[in-house]
């Protein structure tokens, strides 16, 4: 079956403009993760759904930032009047849970690199 | 807080050679343990998984890792390199007490012919 997918892959952004990134999981996966990984790094932990409801946005940098999955399946990242400390990639991943948490494998899409100018 | 380290941000081996790439973890509650490669171009993918099952985990490929609490660590080992292994490893550690995954910032794996 299909994997997780991201679009776009590559987004080009000038400072100060909103971009929105998209998350597609496998299908009837329950858990949903966003990621920034900087270059060089390994990723970091931004927030997390189960179905529609976010759980856990603690890794969110700052108000700028806002994750959503109204129906419980497609994600959407976006982040407003970005910066150039915004550039990263961001990784999504889905994951069906073993006893309601979100300790079972987590299938990672390719990314997407955002490079804010 | 939870915590991962790598030890290590690059290492180089012999194809044919022991491959070790050490993790350790701080965690205040029991933790689940993962390793996850990532190939040039492509997403993360799972090694292996921790989960107090067992100490010695096998995974893909030919990796293990153990798990030692009292050393607070979780290497990752492959008794022979090949070519292919080429790729970053990321170690990384969540529990029970909240629903974050926290990752090392990786260890890059060079196999030399």
């Known amino acids: 079956g299909a994997g997780v997918s991201q679009s776009p892959r590559y987004k080009v952004a000038k400072r100060g403009q909103d971009v929105a990134l998209r998350c597609d999981p496998i299908s009837g996966h329950v858990s949903l993760f966003w990621y920034q990984q900087a270059l060089g790094q390994g990723p970091e932990f931004l927030t997390y759904?189960?179905?529609?409801?976010?759980?856990?946005k603690s890794g969110l940098p700052s108000d700028r930032f806002f994750a959503e999955r109204p129906e419980g399946s497609v994600s959407t990242l976006k982040i407003q009047r970005t910066q150039q400390e915004d550039s990263a990639v961001y990784l999504c991943?889905?994951?069906?849970?073993?006893?309601?948490?979100?300790?079972?494998?987590?299938?990672f899409g390719p990314g997407t690199r955002l490079t804010v100018l | 807080a939870q915590s991962v380290t790598q030890l290590g941000s690059h290492v180089s081996v012999s194809e044919g050679a022991l491959v070790l790439l050490r993790c350790n973890y701080s965690s205040s509650v029991p933790p689940y343990l993962f390793w996850y490669v990532q190939y040039p171009n492509q997403g993360l993918q799972l090694l292996l998984k921790y989960t107090s099952a067992a100490t010695l985990v096998k995974g893909i490929n030919g990796f293990e890792a153990e798990f030692k609490k009292s050393e607070t660590s979780f290497h990752l080992t492959k008794p022979s390199a090949h070519m292919s292994d080429a790729a970053e490893y990321f170690c990384?550690?969540?529990?029970?007490?909240?629903?974050?995954?926290?990752f090392g910032a990786g260890t890059r794996l060079f196999v030399k012919a």
């Open positions: 759904f189960q179905n529609e409801a976010q759980l856990d």
């Open positions: 991943a889905s994951s069906f849970p073993l006893a309601g948490g979100p300790y079972n494998e987590q299938f």
């Open positions: 990384a550690a969540g529990n029970t007490a909240g629903f974050k995954t926290i």
